[in-house]
């Protein structure tokens, strides 16, 4: 099992910044990929960014070049720079850790983990 509390989340105005926190505990060596998501009232829930153990990075096009995931490997921590915020930018955004393996040659989620989630409002 593995926990994931999430911290940083808040009301900024546009233009401005926030850095959530994902600090993930339990066993956690089974997880090679973290990511962020994020759901607004009324939408489905969406990839923010994801990173793998081998610090790769993936971006949804929304948020390439404003935000930034990183991971802190010593503090088990994964974090989300976000940057020149956007009122669409508001949401709940959820922190994600995964076990990801290949079935048949295609990437397969074999188990993965959520936390709470943290509010972001940007206002405008």
């Known amino acids: 099992q593995v926990q994931l509390v999430e911290s940083g989340g808040g009301l900024v105005q546009a233009g401005g910044s926030l850095r959530l926190s994902c600090a993930a505990s339990?066993?956690?060596?089974?997880?090679?990929?973290w990511g962020w998501y994020r759901q607004a009232p009324g939408k489905q829930r969406e990839l923010v960014a994801t990173?793998?153990?081998?610090?790769?990075?993936n971006y949804a096009g929304s948020v390439e070049g404003r935000f930034t995931i990183s991971r802190d490997n010593a503090k088990n921590t994964v974090y989300l720079q976000m940057n020149s915020l956007k009122p669409e930018d508001t949401a709940v955004y959820y922190c994600?850790?995964?076990?990801?393996?290949?079935?048949?040659?295609?990437?397969?989620?074999?188990?993965?983990?959520w936390g709470q989630g943290t509010q972001v409002t940007v206002s405008s």
């Open positions: 994600n850790a995964a076990r990801i393996a290949l079935r048949l040659g295609v990437p397969r989620v074999v188990t993965d983990y």
């Open positions: 339990g066993s956690t060596f089974s997880i090679n990929s």
């Open positions: 990173i793998n153990s081998g610090g790769g990075t």
